[in-house]
């Protein structure tokens, strides 16, 4: 277990076409696929993602977005906080410890994290040490927030 590395992953041809076999793959991927075909990034830009290899393949994944304290509605004193999502293990890798690796990754950053979850993954996300934000429904609507918060930080009280 102690040799998974986790690494930020660049936007190019190669990590876009290993993206294809997560199940989550979607809009934000396709997007970067046309930027870069459009040169309106260049090969080799860093992606929001990092990721797991075996070997020369990547079977784990996640997405990290740093949300300046201006918009945080999720935690008390307002700060910047990350979003988290996308995390994917590739079905023959699950349960050797990747998605947990990804997410202590995320947590060394010592912000407080934000994530929706899949349906089904409660289990593992209670693991990691997140617990689900009280709902307000102006700000979470149809979601079901779950949040993990360092040292010295709480979540903001809905009103
Ligand atoms: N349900 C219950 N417990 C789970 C779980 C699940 N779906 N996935 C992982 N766990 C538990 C593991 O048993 C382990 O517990 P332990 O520390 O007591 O041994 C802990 O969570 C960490 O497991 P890990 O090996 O790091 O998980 P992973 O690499 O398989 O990553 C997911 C977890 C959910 C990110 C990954 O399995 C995945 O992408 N799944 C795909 C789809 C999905 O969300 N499925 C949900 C179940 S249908």
Redesign the pocket.
């Known amino acids: 277990m102690n040799n998974i590395k986790v690494e930020r992953l660049l936007v190019n041809y190669k990590t876009l076409e290993m993206f294809k076999r997560f199940k989550e793959y979607g809009n934000q991927e396709l997007s970067m696929l046309e930027d870069l075909e459009s040169n309106i990034i260049e090969n080799d830009s860093e992606s929001p993602f990092f990721g797991i290899y075996y070997g020369n393949a990547l079977v ?1 994944r996640m997405s990290l977005y740093k949300v300046s304290a201006k918009y945080d509605q999720y935690f008390n004193p307002p700060q910047d906080y990350l979003e988290l999502w996308k ?3 590739l079905p023959d ?9 990804l997410v202590k990754f995320a947590k060394e950053f010592q912000l407080p994290i934000k994530t929706n979850p ?1 349906i ?2 409660q ?2 996300w209670e ?1 990691m040490g997140f617990q689900k934000a009280k709902y307000n429904m102006e700000r979470d609507l149809g979601e079901n927030p779950l949040i993990w918060t360092p040292k010295g930080v709480a979540e903001q009280s809905v009103s």
């Open positions: 784990a995390l994917e293990v890798y699950q349960g050797r410890g990747y998605g947990s690796a899949r089904n993954s289990t593992f693991k």
